[in-house]
């Protein structure tokens, strides 16, 4: 009977650190939100549509036909963007003292971004915004084809998969 009782103080023992520890974690990273995932996965498809339509050459006086998915597009990526920079983020605080403490093991620390934002997928997003609204002007002043076309496109497949990565990473 006394090992019973041993066994089951241990096993108390280590529930009550277990539940102990797993209340010190700090997070580090914003909630996954579904509702962002949700604008970024529609900003995508219309973004992909854009493209689509656009084929590998535009000219200024189709642009009128184009003007309502850039609105769209913008329209979407604002929001979203809004909705990034107003979700609870973790306390500054916590993520000091996690640096400190990885300062303190010598893991080497990384080099800042002067650009850097406590809102990763929102710098990703902002610029994704930005190019399409460049693409947009591009578009209805000359018209959009080859290496102009190709630029744009990858720029924006970039900092969509950036964003998107991010976002989809937090529903860890």
């Known amino acids: 009977m006394p090992t019973l009782v041993r066994r089951g103080g241990l096993l108390a023992l280590c529930?009550?650190?277990c539940a102990a520890l797993s209340a010190c974690m700090v997070?580090?990273?914003?909630?996954?939100?579904?509702?962002?995932?949700?604008?970024?996965?529609?900003?995508?498809?219309?973004?992909?549509?854009?493209?689509?339509?656009?084929?590998?050459?535009?000219?200024?006086?189709?642009?009128?036909?184009?003007?309502?998915?850039?609105d769209q597009i913008v329209a979407e990526l604002g929001a979203t963007e809004t909705q990034i920079r107003t979700r609870p983020m973790p306390s500054s605080a916590a993520i000091k003292k996690a640096a400190a403490a990885l300062a303190r093991m010598h893991v080497a620390g990384v080099a800042v971004d002067?650009?850097?934002?406590?809102?990763?997928?929102?710098?990703?997003?902002?610029?994704?915004?930005?190019t399409i609204q460049h693409m947009?002007?591009?578009?209805?002043?000359?018209?959009?084809?080859?290496?102009?076309?190709?630029?744009?496109?990858?720029?924006?497949e970039t900092f969509l998969t950036q964003a998107m990565t991010y976002e989809n990473y937090l529903k860890r």
Request: proline share 6%.
């Open 27 to 70: 997070q580090l990273a914003p909630a996954y939100d579904t509702t962002i995932v949700g604008g970024l996965n529609s900003a995508n498809q219309d973004i992909h549509a854009l493209f689509a339509q656009i084929g590998t050459a535009t000219t200024p006086d189709t642009f009128s036909a184009r003007k309502p998915q850039y």
């Open 114 to 130: 002067p650009n850097f934002t406590v809102y990763p997928s929102a710098r990703a997003v902002a610029d994704l915004k930005d």
């Open 15 to 17: 529930v009550a650190l």
């Open 136 to 156: 947009e002007a591009a578009d209805e002043k000359t018209g959009l084809r080859g290496g102009l076309l190709a630029a744009f496109q990858n720029q924006a």
